[in-house]
């Protein structure tokens, strides 16, 4: 309703195009000889890009609603759609589900595992039908809060009952927990396990982290963009994109603190079979990307939303979520393929095609949620508060 | 927001707003009058005189115990080779984690724009500087000949003596002592204003010296309190990585090493969680027979003690969530002194502990999803006792079973406290609650102004109107910029 007019055709664009990369990539990674790794590797970045935004966007609902938070009223519902994402994302991860696996983890290849005394030990835990159960399980718990918190949420702007938001302000905290043990063991299936030796009690955090922080530099954008469409002009001011700012600073210190916790015990306990995931990390082409996060994923933002003035600029603060949304997929690449032992510059084509496409596909996905829906909570009881709201 | 529009906006669903911070009936003079009551009676309730007793007798059995360690050394203590450190770390780490619910409520809560804690600000404050006390004090005598403390300050000197910087212990001595100093300053300077009011309302030459000193001149003008309110937001955001950092760096006196079932790089946050899981524990202890003795029930009410069960829920989730993830990790490594260090816990010759760390920090406080028991006292102590007990035996485990049983099976061996680790503990305890219980008869125990910040009668709680400061005086009216921000495009 609300985009038909302004871009109805562009999101089907991007879709169509997206759609179009994706199976182009694919068909190249068929086809080609030798490219099929590079094509699952990038499909692997690519899926765990947009998941962790979509799980940081699921996070970011259920805390405003755990906190009955009135300041974000304005942005949940692209938040909510944000998160509604899970539905694509569940459908991407079955190609990878069924013909990724034995191309991106060591352990799903049975004679290679049966070799390593390491891998069997674990073979309890990482074993492809185990993986599959576990996947079915966190798609259904990701997709089916999603859905629920979103389709309340337009419920409310039909009805404006105020026991919805009760309800979802009840529900929220168990939610919060079943999200916390599936976003962990997400990240230690998806990514941790690539290298089926390596362990870290932190991963799990580093991905959320990693995930939140994409989100919030992601609703930065969406809200600008929405803006930019003639939308929501009143209703999101500067307060909000002061109060972003802020929770994009926080994450950003919250990811370097976990990253330097990681990295510090690690290196500080110099145990082999442990500094080998970093070593991998430090040596070659790799050290650069190593470096490009220390400096782009922590300092470049840290200093650059230290002062009030970009934080309630929008055009900067833009800038900077741009940024940290680049970051972030450099994080991934960094947490993702260095364990095949493939040198990081340059990347494979794939990334980008791979990448883009997904990305045109999610905003495919996007126009469609809210082609029939509102962009706020309209008839939220906290909605007229959160317009007006301001930091003193 | 002007008042013709705030009006237009139809009044929030009772159940949307919550109950009132402070409760009806109070007036801004009332909560001056019951706050400086507290202080101004001469003579504090009974009760107050048997736990101060009870307290002060501990206090002086730990003195005791500090004086005979010094004489006798170290081996009064059950420490041994292999199990270097007992109660002494356990006790420090135990005591600095309590602190952190102190520095949580007046940084990252106020930076969250939590209003209701305003009530329970200054106790928690009080909270953290005398846990701080009791913890530093530990480190001091375990290393055995505390007349060369100074040894652990990197202080030129002509022995050349320098401390080890690579080591985590002396980041310790850093951390603590910058949390000691900034939570200090926290607390004072909050208390500036509530301590003239003391001091205007004062009758005695005594009190009006001592309370007229310590409140710098205060007269609470518009500059004043503007300076005030930046000096407190820059305060809160200095003091927010110090709540994460300290319990940090404690953890990396474990993490670091190679010890089996200490090296996790989960350490630093999950520490940071259980510090603030066993501060609040601690703050409901000490706030629910406060409220009672001294009528502060309007001023603290049950939402107040209902958010705090619920930060209690939250952070003993997440204490529960990091044992699991160890547990899991421990067994997912596939290395055998990692697996053993986990079932050795669990199953081994202190299985009694961990088990009570597990009922008291992940199980029990799980009750607290039912509301019926987060607004129930007798829940509510019952719990808060048990988890502080749990977040002590949990630094126990940590401490002893992995210390007792590591690579090698010769060299294995076990801890048994005697009666002078155990007096000291108690006594710790005592040490902790003298300072807490003169503090509740000397000083402003709440916060008067900030409490008035929240109430109606302020007529500053525009319904649609929630930012990060106290508003004593005026705010520039910012947001007609929804209107055609210029800054914003």
């Known amino acids: 309703m609300f985009l038909e007019t302004l871009a109805g055709a562009s999101f089907r664009i991007a879709g169509e195009i997206g759609a179009l990369l994706l199976a182009g990539s694919a068909l190249a990674g068929l086809l080609v000889e030798g490219a099929a790794p590079h094509f699952w590797r990038a499909y692997l970045v690519g899926f765990a890009y947009f998941l962790s935004l979509s799980l940081g966007a699921l996070f970011f609902v259920l805390l405003q609603h755990l906190t009955r938070s009135a300041w974000s009223v304005v942005l949940r519902r692209l938040a909510e759609g944000i998160a509604a994402n899970m539905g694509l994302l569940a459908i991407l991860s079955v190609p990878l589900l069924l013909f990724g696996l034995r191309s991106l983890y060591p ?129 999101i001011t500067a307060e ?25 015990l690690i290196w500080y306990a110099d145990i082999p079979e442990e500094t080998g995931w970093y070593l991998k990390r430090q040596s070659e082409t790799w050290a650069w990307v190593s470096l490009a996060l220390l400096v782009g994923h922590f300092f470049v933002p840290f200093l650059a939303l230290l002062s009030r003035v970009p934080k309630r600029r929008k055009k900067m603060l833009v800038q900077v979520a741009l940024w940290i949304l680049a970051m972030h997929a450099i994080d991934l690449y960094y947490l993702a393929v260095p364990d095949s032992g493939v040198p990081a510059l340059p990347p494979h084509p794939f990334y980008f095609t791979v990448f883009l496409g997904m990305a045109g596909l999610s905003v495919a996905a996007a126009g469609r949620c809210f082609r029939t829906r509102s962009l706020v909570p309209e008839k939220d009881p906290r909605l007229q508060e959160s317009i007006a709201f301001e930091n003193a | 927001m002007s008042r013709s529009t705030a009006e237009a906006v139809p009044a929030l669903d009772e159940r949307i707003r919550g109950e009132p911070l402070v409760a009806q009936g109070e007036t801004l003079a009332s909560v001056t009058e019951t706050v400086c009551r507290i202080v101004e009676k ?79 600000n200054r106790f928690a404050e009080a909270m953290t500087i005398f846990a701080v006390v009791c913890a530093g004090l530990f480190p001091a005598i375990h290393v055995g000949r505390a007349w060369v403390e100074y040894w652990m300050f990197p202080i030129p000197n002509n022995l050349s003596m320098w401390p080890n910087f690579r080591s985590p212990l002396l980041w310790d001595v850093f951390a603590v002592s910058t949390y000691m100093i900034v939570s200090l300053l926290f607390w004072y300077m909050g208390m500036i204003p509530d301590l003239a009011t003391l001091r205007d309302r004062a009758r005695t030459p005594l009190r009006r010296f001592f309370y007229g000193f310590f409140s710098l001149g205060w007269r609470g003008s518009n500059r004043q309190w503007h300076r005030y309110e930046r000096a407190y937001l820059l305060l809160a955001a200095l003091a927010t990585p110090l709540v994460l950092s300290v319990h940090s760096v404690v953890s990396f006196d474990f993490a670091v090493s190679l010890v089996p079932g200490w090296h996790a790089t989960i350490f630093p946050p999950y520490f940071v969680a259980g510090a603030i899981f066993g501060g609040f524990a601690m703050v409901l202890l000490l706030i629910v027979p406060s409220r009672e003795w001294f009528g502060l029930k309007n001023l603290i009410t049950m939402r107040h003690l209902e958010n705090m069960t619920k930060i209690v829920l939250a952070t003993g989730s997440m204490v529960g969530y990091a044992y699991l993830i ?78 007792s049983r590591d690579f090698l099976p010769s060299s294995w061996g076990h801890f048994t406290p005697t009666w002078v680790d155990l007096c000291t503990l108690l006594g710790s305890f005592g040490l902790f609650f003298t300072l807490f219980l003169l503090f509740l008869r000397f000083l402003p125990i709440v916060a008067i102004a900030e409490v008035k910040s929240v109430m109606p009668d302020a007529k500053l709680d525009r319904d649609v109107h929630h930012g990060q400061g106290d508003y004593h005086g005026d705010i520039p009216r910012q947001h007609e910029r929804q209107f055609g921000d210029p800054e914003a495009d």
């Not at chain 1, 390491?118 to 576990?134: E, G």
């Not at chain 1, 299936?189 to 982290?209: C, K, N, Q, V």
């Not at chain 1, 919250?254 to 510090?264: D, E, R």
């Open chain 1, 107 to 235: 352990w799903a290849d049975e004679t290679l595992a049966a070799h390593d005394p390491l891998v069997r030990a674990k073979s309890a835990y990482l074993n492809v039908p185990f993986f599959w159960v576990r996947w079915a399980v966190y798609f259904a718990v990701w997709t089916l809060t999603a859905r629920w918190f979103l389709n309340r949420s337009v419920e409310q702007d039909r009805s404006g009952d105020v026991d919805l938001t009760l309800r979802m302000e009840r529900a929220s905290a168990p939610a919060m927990v079943l999200f916390a043990f599936t976003t962990t063991f997400a990240a230690f299936d998806l990514l941790m396990s690539r290298d089926p030796h390596w362990y870290s009690t932190i991963y799990g955090i580093y991905f959320f982290a990693g995930g939140v922080l994409g989100f919030l530099a992601l609703l930065v954008a969406a809200a600008c963009v929405t803006q930019r469409a003639g939308r929501m002009q009143r209703m």
């Open chain 1, 240 to 264: 909000h994109y002061h109060d972003l700012g802020k929770l994009l600073f926080a994450f950003t210190v919250f990811w370097a603190y976990i990253a330097f916790s990681q990295y510090m």
């Open chain 2, 42 to 120: 001469p003579h504090p309730p009974r009760a107050w005189y048997v736990a101060f007793g009870i307290s002060a007798m501990l206090a002086g059995l730990l003195f005791a115990m500090v004086g005979y360690l010094l004489l006798e050394g170290t081996g009064v203590w059950g420490i041994n080779v292999p199990v270097g450190w007992g109660f002494d770390i356990t006790n420090f780490v135990f005591w600095v984690g309590i602190g952190h619910a102190g520095t949580l409520i007046s940084a990252i809560l106020f930076l969250f724009r939590q209003k209701w804690r305003t009530s329970i």
């Open chain 2, 326 to 403: 160890e547990i899991f990790i421990a067994w997912y490594s596939g290395n055998a002194v990692e697996r053993f260090a986990f079932s050795n816990r669990a199953f081994g010759p202190y299985a009694w502990a961990f088990w009570t760390m597990v009922s008291c920090n992940v199980l029990l406080p799980q009750l607290f999803w039912f509301k019926r028991l987060r607004r129930s006292i007798p829940a509510i102590l019952f719990i808060a006792v048990a988890v502080n007990i749990g977040m002590w035996f949990e630094r126990y485990v940590i401490i002893v079973t992995s210390l």
